[in-house]
């Protein structure tokens, strides 16, 4: 069945750097869709972000990511990490002919100053 | 705005016992879901509905049952409440099962 991979359990960051959480999905259909969902603690998951066309580049409240269906992958970058930033994120699949949405394991991102 | 509510938003249950976790929702949406959340294993699904009188299983429906007896309402029902069951759960709904998906407030459910 269709799955979601986030590799890293735990990304801790200072303030001002890159951030690049990673996400590689496996389905065997042709056309996924990707999202990417935060959530802040005590709060539940809201959508960041989402795509589901091939090398093009979807952009909000800073983050972007690019799904790449060549390399199965639809990583979440930001230029520079801000303490607001720190959550626990989730990089989620669904396909046109599923009609679920399937999540990762989640990555927590805690950034210091 | 659109909204999940789950109710309780907290519960403690005895091994055995039954539990049941209500959702009501206001989206008019089709699609509704109960995710489970755990430290290590992020959300996994374990059973949704795309329409009324209607149910799925998702990835880990095992010791679990599901409701929807209307657009509104779905309801999560664990017949023999084990220890492994405790957990934060949310609901969630959405139009359609690829677009966004809104979430509850969660329910935490401690079973002892």
């Known amino acids: 069945g269709d799955s979601v991979t986030q590799t890293e359990g735990l990304v801790t960051l200072t303030e001002g750097l890159p951030v690049m959480l990673n996400c590689t999905y496996q389905t065997i259909y042709s056309n996924p869709f990707l999202f990417w969902y935060v959530q802040h603690l005590n709060e539940s998951p809201r959508l960041l972000l989402k795509?589901?066309?091939?090398?093009k580049r979807t952009e909000h409240q800073g983050f972007h990511a690019t799904l790449h269906k060549s390399s199965s992958s639809f990583h979440l970058q930001k230029s520079s990490a801000q303490l607001s930033d720190s959550a626990l994120y989730y990089c989620?699949?669904?396909?046109?002919?599923?009609?679920?949405?399937?999540f990762g394991q989640g990555t927590i991102l805690k950034v210091y100053l | 705005e659109a909204a999940v509510t789950q109710s309780p938003r907290s519960k403690v249950a005895v091994t055995g016992g039954k539990v049941t976790l209500s959702c009501h929702q206001t989206n008019n949406h089709d699609y509704m879901y109960w995710y489970r959340q755990d430290t290590g294993h992020g959300l996994r699904l374990i059973h949704y509905?795309?329409?009324?009188?209607?149910?799925e299983k998702g990835d880990i429906p095992d010791g679990y049952k599901a409701s929807r007896p209307s657009q509104e309402n779905f309801s999560l029902i664990l017949e023999l409440a084990s220890l492994s069951q405790t957990a934060v759960y949310f609901c969630?709904?959405?139009?359609?099962?690829?677009?966004?998906?809104?979430f509850g407030k969660g329910t935490r459910l401690t079973v002892v």
């Open positions: 989620a699949l669904s396909t046109s002919s599923g009609q679920k949405l399937v």
């Open positions: 795509s589901f066309t091939d090398n």
């Open positions: 509905s795309y329409v009324a009188d209607s149910t």
């Open positions: 969630a709904s959405s139009v359609t099962g690829i677009t966004e998906v809104f």
